[in-house]
Structure formats: structure tokens, C-alpha cells
């Protein structure tokens, strides 16, 4: 119907998507790494029936990637959400990157555009510090 502008398709139609040309990809260009999904919210049923059926359907996964739009203590309970998901289907030698991520859409008064803002580098040092302590490999804003 249009709402969604990252996916129009059922989440079984995503797992299949993402199989088929995974391994279609890994085939044909061995020596790329395959990965994502960059989900940015937990709370779908997406990332419990994609990893189980990866690892059924011998689906490429090389590195794991997602987004956080939270305050620092939210999106480190995240990061471990998605930790123990990995681990639990035997992934837990996966690269993880946190490839989008934003704090100051949570702070009150403060667009994330608006980096000069002084409440932007004290989050952002926090992000980062907490980060330095979970298995993120990557970092990106």
C-alpha cells in the first residue's frame, strides 16, 4: 500500500527475498560479504523468523547490521537483543554494525540535523563510549 517506504512485502516475502539472492549473490561473487538486514526496530517478528531460516536454508550471512534511534541505555539493549539472537543460531562470530543511529531524535528541542546543537557531542561521546563495551565492530552515523 505505499506506508512503508523500506519494504512493501510480508516478512515471509523478506526471508525469502533475502535467502534466494543471498545465496544467489555468495554463488556467483564468492569473496563478497553478504549481510543486513539493517532493521531498526525490535519489536518486529521480522528478525526471529529471518536468522532461524538463514541458517535453515544455508543462506549467506557474513555480518549482521541494524539502526537505533534511542537513548544510549535503550539502544545498548538492543545491540544485546540482537546479540543473543545471533548466538542462539550459532552466529556469534558475526561482524555487527550499527549503521545508522541517532540520540538526538530522543532529546527534546534537538534536530538531528542541528550538530552544533551542545546537547549533540556529549550524546554522541556517550554512544560511542558505550558502544567501546559491546561486540559492535562498526560505528556509524
Not at 528541542?109 to 550524546?123: A, I, L, M, Y
Amino acid at each position: 500500500d505505499g506506508s512503508n517506504p523500506c519494504w512493501q512485502g510480508t516478512e515471509a516475502e523478506f526471508v525469502d527475498f533475502y535467502c534466494v539472492t543471498s545465496k544467489y549473490l555468495k554463488s556467483r561473487f564468492p569473496h563478497l560479504k553478504i549481510g543486513g538486514p539493517s532493521v531498526a526496530w525490535i519489536g518486529t517478528g521480522l528478525m526471529g523468523a529471518l536468522v532461524p531460516e538463514i541458517k535453515a536454508r544455508g543462506a549467506a550471512l557474513d555480518f549482521f547490521s541494524y539502526h537505533t534511534y534511542n537513548p544510549v541505555a535503550v539502544s545498548v539493549e538492543h545491540v544485546r537483543y540482537y546479540d543473543r539472537l545471533l548466538e542462539k543460531y550459532g552466529y556469534s562470530h558475526l561482524e555487527r554494525h550499527l549503521n545508522e543511529w541517532n540520540q538526538c531524535w530522543a532529546c527534546p528541542g534537538v534536530s538531528p540535523q542541528d550538530k552544533e546543537n551542545p546537547v549533540f557531542p556529549p550524546v554522541t561521546l556517550a554512544m560511542m563510549l558505550a558502544m567501546q563495551k559491546e561486540k559492535v565492530v562498526y560505528i556509524t552515523l
